[in-house]
């Protein structure tokens, strides 16, 4: 799939430097995946939750939350963002 941009991921590891390299092993897994269905991306994201039409995936042992958007049949990722735990709990994000 193609991540059409990797600056939240960035950007959020310059704040939370400890979320670096599992915000980039996900972006590594989601870029060499061609997912079809949530069926075949739960397949290789097993924490991944779809809530309304974003998916919701665990980060760094459940410490942070991606929010993404994503396109199957154009095989196109979109981070709408990137929370901590807490911050996802609020739901400011919905």
């Known amino acids: 799939m193609k ?3 990797n600056k939240a991921l960035r950007e959020f590891a310059g704040i939370h430097p ?3 390299e599992p915000l980039q092993a996900w972006r ?10 949530f069926a075949e991306l739960r397949a290789t994201f097993a924490s ?21 958007s994503m396109a199957f049949s154009a095989q196109m ?3 709408k963002a990137v929370l901590t735990h807490a911050d996802y709990d ?5």
């Open 18 to 20: 400890d979320a670096d």
């Open 90 to 94: 609020k739901g400011a994000w919905k």
């Open 77 to 79: 990722v979109w981070v």
């Open 48 to 68: 991944v939750d779809k809530v309304g039409d974003r998916y919701v995936f665990n980060i760094g042992g459940n410490k942070y939350r991606l929010i993404a």
């Open 28 to 37: 590594r897994l989601v870029e060499r995946g061609s997912f079809q269905t």
């Open 3 to 5: 991540l059409i941009s």
